[in-house]
């Protein structure tokens, strides 16, 4: 547990985050790896059917078009709030209870966000996404809690690429069976996510020890602040870039007469080009520098909102959503290896998680403008 505590705070705070493995630590034992690894899956399914919905339902109950973006807003918030919280339970209770705590939050929210739109209650839809943030605030530590063993990585990494493609078979059974009420059946399938996430919580061990942090000391010298600005300004811009794609596609695919089944293939894609090269790299050990990884991912990144802006097809928007989900992965990837490189003091990890976060929101409420 003295590595659990020594690191549960600052850690990236995205169901979406990785990090490069260390390639002599020891991978997670095969039960608890398999538990870990479906139940991470379930809860990028969750992710995936939720920011395929939210966006077209704000844009539905919003009382204004500029809130149309607000409950993924929210959800990101709630996500950003789970933090700490999420990392002090982790380390009291256990994981075991924590990701059950997580994942209760996310079926009770991904109800209430079901109920909201249909009972046309913005507020009820707001909340839910709201709480349905803080179960992936708690599904962050799936990641985390396999270790650093490059194969157990590559494992639960490639579970949630292929968990992203479950997401338009379950809008498309939504459509067929709730009919114009398919955004809330989407959110009803986030629900049995969440509830699958719980069900796997319970056989977890109460805990399963991570590998040991990277060596570095707590002080900050002037040289470290100036890298540590230069390259959390880099992650956040990627963080906004990704999150005014992942909330203003679906909003742009709607005005082009796209549905929701469109919406959620290109939220698929994107949610798959995201994790794929972190799990190429992660099952291979490879550690590409981490600048020139930043500064490439960025411009592909711009590349892909440049490119989303001009579509007009499901294939154009999904091309644009690729781009710009291996962009996402690749600023993200060289910003957080070159943090534990350099050995980053938790304070600090926590400051640059808190602008990732503010990144993130800003880029959700912006999104219907910028793509």
Do not use: K
Not at 292 to 301: H, N
């Amino acid at each position: 547990m003295t590595a659990l505590r020594d690191r549960r705070a600052g850690l990236l705070s995205c169901a979406c985050d990785f990090d490069v493995p260390d390639d002599g630590a020891v991978d997670a034992p095969a039960q608890p790896l398999a538990l870990i690894a479906a139940g991470f899956a379930f809860s990028v399914l969750a992710q995936a059917l939720a920011f395929a919905a939210l966006p077209i339902a704000g844009a539905v109950l919003a009382p204004r078009p500029e809130a149309a973006t607000a409950p993924v807003a929210l959800m990101l918030a709630g996500a950003a709030t789970a933090t700490f919280p999420a990392a002090f339970l982790t380390g009291l209770f256990g994981r075991r209870s924590a990701f059950a705590l997580g994942a209760s939050l996310g079926v009770a929210g991904a109800a209430l966000a079901a109920f909201g739109l249909a009972a046309g209650e913005f507020g009820a839809l707001c909340l839910g996404a709201f709480w349905l943030g803080v179960a992936q605030g708690f599904g962050l530590f799936y990641r985390h809690a396999v270790g650093g063993g490059a194969r157990a990585a590559a494992i639960v990494l490639g579970a949630a690429s292929l968990a992203a493609f479950a997401a338009p078979a379950v809008v498309g059974l939504s459509q067929a069976v709730a009919g114009p009420l398919a955004p809330a059946g989407a959110l009803i399938g986030a629900a049995l996510a969440q509830l699958g996430v719980l069900v796997l919580a319970a056989p977890l061990p109460a805990t399963v020890e991570l590998s040991p942090p990277e060596s570095g000391g707590d002080s900050a010298p002037t040289d470290f602040v100036q890298r540590f600005a230069a390259i959390t300004s880099a992650a956040a811009l990627a963080w906004f870039g990704m999150m005014a794609l992942m909330a203003g596609a679906p909003l742009a695919m709607a005005g082009c007469g796209l549905g929701l089944g469109a919406a959620s293939g290109g939220i698929a894609w994107h949610l798959l080009a995201m994790y794929a090269p972190a799990a190429a790299i992660a099952a291979s050990g490879w550690r590409p520098p981490a600048a020139a990884t930043t500064l490439v991912g960025l411009a592909l990144l711009g590349l892909g909102v440049l490119a989303a802006r001009g579509q007009n097809s499901a294939f154009g928007f999904d091309l644009a959503l690729i781009i710009g989900g291996c962009g996402w992965s690749l600023a993200t990837l060289g910003a957080t290896q070159w943090l534990h490189q350099r050995g980053a003091p938790r304070a600090m990890l926590a400051l640059h998680d808190f602008i990732l976060f503010a990144a993130a929101v800003a880029g959700a409420l912006l999104g219907a403008v910028i793509v």
